[in-house]
Structures are given as structure tokens and as C-alpha cells.
């Protein structure tokens, strides 16, 4: 009686202990899901908090620097190609990878952010200034005189721009002879644009007085202006043309004006001429000075 009672007391107690056991094991299991649960929301927290701050980063990322570099180049790798063909043997393929050479390079950065605001209107102007100058030459088939007059509007443009950003941060080229010529056609450029403002300025329509005499027939008037040159040079040649506007702004070409005779700095030179019917069709006039014939020394 006694033996069967004490194996009845110790299988009790086991299962006593397994039942005991089996709690500790499940609650232990527990406890591990939890911590497990709250390590990967931890890692997860971290993971965002990462792309959040890295998010903020590149938001604040200024481009200035690498787009000098990706501009330098882009720059000597055009030159390396343009090196291969004379001028005469150029297509307009030839001058359309020209463009592609540096937008390659440059055009990721088009209103990128960056830390010197100036920089950046000349990158994007640059950029832009490709851009467009690929749009106008791809319609174009041969390389003929309207061809190249277009295209050396455009590198005038470019070198312009080139010698700004220069002055700002310099262009870190291979080739630094080649950007030397560039930098100084630019400064060309930006004096030849220079003393043409003043000219357009000088020579305004409100400038020129409307005269009227006994050689003047009915059916005409005469303007004529006296104007100072104050580009600080000598106007070697001016070609000046007139377009005058009818009541509903309708354009009608006028009389053209050229002068050889050289035009001294700070002297006075006058201009003049006559429209038929002044007072009856024309409205007003404007004055255009052609860029392609103004020189001066």
C-alpha cells in the first residue's frame, strides 16, 4: 500500500515539473518574441530615422563643385573631337556631337541647387544656351553661311558665359591654352556687347527731331538726330535700318543708314532720313543697328 502510494506521489510530482517546465519554456519563448518584436521595431526605427536624415542631406546638397568639374570635362572632351576635322571637312553631325559632349556632362545639373547663387544662373543659362543651339541646328542638313552665322552667335554666347564662370570659380581644364583663347574671345564678346548697348541707347527714335522746309515735299518728313559717341572707340562702320509701324502696328521697312566714315570717340556724327507719308500712315518708328556690320577699334 505504502509502495503504491509514493509511485502515485512521484508520477504526481513530475508532472508537476513538466507542467512547471513547460510554463517556464513557453513563458521564456515569450519573452524572446517580445524582445525580438521590439529589436526589429528598434532597427526599423533606426532604418527610417537613416533615410529621413540622409532624405534632409540631399534636399541641402549643393552642386557647385561638381558641376565645375563635370563642365571642365565636358569641355576637353569636346575639344578632343573637334581636334579630328578641319573646318572645311565638318558636317553637321560633327557639330550636333559637339553640343552632345558636353550636355553629357552638364545637363544633370540643370536646377540643381547651389551654394553660390550667381553659379548657378550661369549653369542653368549655359546649359540652356546648349540646349537651344542643339534644337536650332538639328533641323539643319548642310553647313552653308546662315549654318555657321547661327552656330558662332551661339559659341559667342558660350564664351561669354564661360568667361563669367570662370571669374567665378576657374574651370579646372586639361587643356588651359584652349580655354585661354576661349576666356579671351569672351571678354571680345562682352566689349563688343558693351558698346553696342550704348549705341542702341544713343541712337533711340525719341533722339531724332522731325524736320520740316521748302525742300521737304508735302507727303514727307525728314528726322534727323546729332549723337555723341561715348563707347570709348572709334565706330569704324555702322549699318543702321529703320522700320516704321502703320496705326495697327503693322511693320513696313524703311530707309537704311550706313556710314565708313569713322566715327571718333566723343565726337558728334548725324544721322538722318525721310518717310514718305509720315504724317498720315506712320505711327511710330524703331531704330535697328545690325551687329554683323558694327566694328570699331
Keep these: 500500500m505504502s509502495c503504491h502510494l509514493n509511485s502515485i506521489c512521484h508520477r504526481d510530482v513530475n508532472q508537476g515539473l513538466n507542467i512547471i517546465n513547460k510554463t517556464i519554456e513557453m ?3 515569450t519573452l524572446i ?9 528598434s532597427v526599423l526605427l533606426i532604418l527610417l530615422l537613416i533615410s529621413i536624415f540622409k532624405s534632409i542631406d540631399n ?4 552642386y557647385d563643385s561638381e558641376f565645375i568639374t563635370s563642365l571642365a570635362k565636358g569641355l576637353d572632351e569636346r575639344w578632343k573631337v573637334t581636334d579630328l576635322k578641319n573646318y572645311d571637312e565638318r558636317e553637321v553631325e560633327d557639330y550636333k556631337s559637339y553640343i552632345d559632349y558636353e550636355l553629357i556632362e552638364i545637363e544633370q545639373y ?24 542643339r534644337k536650332a541646328i538639328e533641323s539643319r542638313d ?3 553661311s546662315a549654318f555657321m552665322y547661327e552656330w558662332n552667335d551661339y559659341q559667342d554666347r558660350r564664351f561669354e558665359l564661360l568667361l563669367d564662370i570662370n571669374s567665378i570659380v576657374a574651370i579646372p581644364v586639361q587643356d588651359k591654352i584652349r580655354l585661354d583663347g576661349i576666356l579671351k574671345d569672351g571678354k571680345a564678346v ?6 553696342y548697348g550704348i549705341l542702341v541707347d544713343t541712337l533711340a527714335p525719341k533722339d531724332f527731331v522731325a524736320e520740316t522746309g521748302s525742300d521737304i515735299s508735302g507727303n514727307e518728313k525728314r528726322y534727323i538726330g546729332n549723337f555723341e559717341n561715348t563707347t570709348g572707340h572709334d565706330i569704324i562702320s555702322i549699318y543702321i535700318g529703320i522700320d516704321y ?3 495697327d502696328d503693322n511693320r513696313h521697312v524703311g ?4 556710314s565708313y566714315d569713322i566715327w571718333k570717340n566723343g565726337t558728334k556724327k548725324s544721322f538722318e532720313f525721310s518717310i514718305l507719308d509720315s504724317d498720315t500712315q506712320i505711327k511710330y518708328f524703331k531704330v535697328f543697328i545690325s551687329k554683323r556690320w558694327l566694328s570699331f577699334r
Design 27 to 29: 513563458g521564456g519563448l
Design 33 to 41: 518574441k517580445k524582445l525580438l518584436r521590439v529589436s526589429l521595431i
Design 59 to 62: 534636399r541641402n546638397k549643393t
Design 110 to 133: 540643370k536646377n540643381r541647387k547651389f551654394k553660390n547663387p550667381k553659379l548657378k544662373r550661369l549653369a542653368n543659362t549655359y546649359i540652356n544656351v546648349q540646349l537651344n543651339e
Design 142 to 144: 548642310t553647313v552653308e
Design 190 to 195: 562682352k566689349e563688343f556687347n558693351r558698346v
Design 245 to 247: 509701324y502703320d496705326k
Design 255 to 258: 530707309p537704311l543708314i550706313e
